[in-house]
């Protein structure tokens, strides 16, 4: 308890002590999900030759193993993937689709003074600008620590809901649910993908967020802490910060973005749902037609 009551005296005096200059700094974060379960279904399939199983883990290692840059100051940060010099191209359009679901996907803006967020997207060929509160997760202070980058860290840990339209939160489905599915007549059993997994009700999120940095930031929507999150875990996705820059000589403008029709985040989650549902019943045979499916947000 000494240990978390002095971090955040030390939070206050440090944020004073910026608030004479323009300060803004830079953090580069590594994003790794876990497929370790999906490889053990994928292993247990008579169905997928080796060749079949490689290009499926070469694939689910682009869309889950990537690089982002956050750029803050005292009151606002965007976070955007590192842009590479070659863009993927492999894998078919559910791979490409899913990729884009996979914690990637335009500038996400966040406001902790508003709190208030901003996220363009572009989905099926349309560009969205998802515009939102900020979520606030009642985060539970713990007094252990640990060095990240030189810099001490403490943990914090915090219960959310885990997004059904974000692919790193889907898992394989239980056994059981496997076991009742076998059990249907040949012509009832489902074999697109997303009937065999399944989003969680809930999820353990784990933070560690350095004092020394005194803003309420971090990676993606995380925030609310007395300092930067360095690395944040939610069971299967880990997002680790590699490299810190503060007062950069080259400063960016860290604004919101504008571009996209605005959509509140149930509305663009609604319709993502929605076009999933298509691709599914598609996919089955049930009446699914080719091209020509909107998405409509509103009038």
Known sequence: MYKVIFTLVLAVLSF??????????MAVYESRTSTSDFKSRMEGNKNMTPDMQKRIEENMKKMFEKTFILNFNKTASIYKEEEKLEASTQGGGGFRMMSSFAGGGGTFYKNVKDKQYSNDKEFMGKEFLVKDSLTSLAW???????????????????????????FRNMRPRKEDADKKEAAKPADDKKTNFLDSVEVPKEIVITAWYTSEIPVSQGPEGYWGLPGLILEVNDGRTTILCSKIVLNPKDKVEIKAVTKGKVVSQKEYDEAVMKKMEEFREMNQGRGGREGGMQIRFGN
């Open 16 to 25: 004073m002590g910026l608030q004479a200059q323009e300060f803004q700094g």
């Open 140 to 166: 539970k202070m713990e007094a252990e620590t640990r060095v990240i980058g030189g810099y001490t860290c403490y943990k914090a840990t915090a219960v959310k809901k885990p997004s059904a339209t974000d």
